[in-house]
């Protein structure tokens, strides 16, 4: 195909969320040409609807520390976190949060001016720094956005990225997108940062935006790269349940439990006191385990959140009220019906913790990536700060890996390759009923033949092709690894291997592409203790 039209940039981000808008701006102030591209309008990721906050230990909360931090995160993290990638992360944390708010983002305050905090589940302490009660990534994403405008750097929304385009020596030499009338176009760079968010709508009900497709990770593989941990789909345990529905659901902040929301099922008794010490603290895939575990023992639809005793709900929890009003109920003087719904990605594509992944010029950052921080189970709020620091670190490894010449590709003939596609609701109800909490072998291999039945090779012609053949690969994907891992740990939950198998202690599943363009799992990797 020839590409309708041409630019260039030293540096090319996928995505407008937190990661790609601090990478994109720290690039720009490291004297980088950077080019910001999103298939949607710009503030329509995952970013914006973070509710709780940034996790961070910031010196001012008495009794807490990053190692107490950096602890919480392996213990969630369920063995395959790894310990070199949790502490330099972390310990960037409070470096990158001050840098997000001299970018201008807000932070909530407490009576005595000092920052507010609250806790989320699989945290010790309260160390997660909210703003606008519980509209922290809306904050986060106003804050960035301003930024981008103030210095001028250049946006294009509605281009959704297709392929890495590569040299003679398999080097990021462009990127081919589509706009929204499916013309094709190349960004001439050597530099390509995914920022492009996760999967959630692989499933029917995620509390991910429209966006969440998976396109950066089914690039990375097309393009040669590794991912790892795909098989660890967190679902949140709490999104407002208002009937069966497909799509987006609004979430309800597990800050609505640390505050003092407790858990109750149909007979209103509360069931999280038996299962775990932290009781509705727990990490979120025991609470997500044990309402599943609660549904399919009474057969109700739901459980209920009573966050009735929380004072002036409105007012601390302003996004979660106005969803709850908007579907009739009134938190402040009743129970909050909530279920689960798939949440975070906490594998990706596999990079180092400057964000660089196997490919030369291929680079990722934010939920599309995996650096070994979230391990089996993301803790809470671990993602923006995530998102902020390796953004952060890619922007530098970009501008230092600038000096290492690269041949320019010659021609402008994109290859645009036909590639396996099915039908997105074949592909969400296949991965809901095989693939949420609750998995085994059986389920595992009929939902990959229902989905391999339906496939065909087609050409993406636009935004919604490209979306399907992301989702179409990574269900092959997600499968592939959920069988391969025969035992339970973290979100990965096998009713065929309920327990925890040592053999599988530190073993990290990586995929890429057989030359079929089918991913395969590869021998398990160590991580790092
Ligand atoms: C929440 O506020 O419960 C979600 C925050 C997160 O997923 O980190």
Redesign the pocket.
Known sequence: MNAGWEAAADLVVVGSGVAGLTAALDAAELGLRVVVVTKDAVDAGSTRY????I?VVLGDVPGDTVEAHVADTLTAGAGLSDAAAVTEILYDGPAAVARLRARGAVFDSDADGRLARTR??GHSAFR?VPAGG?A?GAEVERALLAATTDRRLPLLPGHVAVDALRDERGAVAGLAVLDDAGRPGVLRTPAVLLASGGYGQLYLST?NPATATGDGLALALRAGAAVADVEFV?F???VLYTGPAVGRRP??????RGEGGLLLDRAGRRFMTGVHPLAELAP?DVVAKAISHTLAATGADCVHLDATAIPDFARRFPTVHAACRAAGIDPGREPIPVTPAA??ACGGVVTDLHGRTSVPGLYAAGEVARTGLHGAN???????LEGLVIGARAARAVAADRNTPRPVAGNCLVPWPAVPLAPRELVQRAMSAAAGIGRDAAGIAAASDRIEAATALGVPAGRAGVEDAALTLLAQAVLAAAGTRTESRGCHVRTDFPERDDRWQRASLELTLDPTGRPVVRTGTAVAA
């Open positions: 973070a509710q709780g906050g996790a989320e589940g997660v519980d922290t509390t967190q949140h345990p709490t979430l309800v902040t597990e800050a609505v979120r949440h975070y993301r803790l809470a709020s671990n993602s923006l």
